[in-house]
């Protein structure tokens, strides 16, 4: 027999009763929108998703298909074993300058 959850079940009630964290899934998705550089909203555009989507599975509040967490943390992978160069990661949308100090 299957135990059956609570139509307003939290991440802590499916956590306790399926044995699978949500949260940790959350987690790891945030973690590798941050390798990657993108935003939630950029993901939901990525996805054609709408934005709410996207923020509950961040919260952990909804599931984040398995498929979608292998994609990102596969396209995440490359980024963590080579990151950018110093002074590259500043955010900005024009690269450092020949002869110039990285932006702090």
Do not use: C
């Given at each position: 027999m299957?135990a059956r959850?609570p139509?307003r079940?939290g ?6 009763m399926?044995?699978?964290?949500p ?6 998705l945030?973690?590798?929108l ?6 939630q909203r ?5 996805l ?5 989507t996207?923020?509950?599975?961040a919260?952990?509040?909804?599931a984040?298909?398995?498929e979608?967490l292998?994609?990102?943390?596969s396209?995440?992978t490359p980024?963590?074993?080579h990151?950018?160069?110093?002074g590259?990661?500043?955010g900005?949308?024009e690269?450092?300058?020949t002869?110039?100090?990285?932006a702090?």
């Open positions: 299957t959850l139509a079940a991440p802590g009630i499916v956590r306790l399926s044995g699978h964290d949260t940790s899934d959350a987690s790891r945030r973690a590798a941050d390798v990657l550089g993108w935003s950029y993901l939901a555009w990525r054609f998703t709408p934005d709410p996207i923020r509950k599975m919260r952990g509040s909804a984040v298909p398995p979608l292998a994609w990102l943390e396209a995440a980024l963590r074993l990151p950018l160069p110093e590259w990661q500043n900005s949308d690269p450092p300058r002869g110039e100090a990285p702090a």
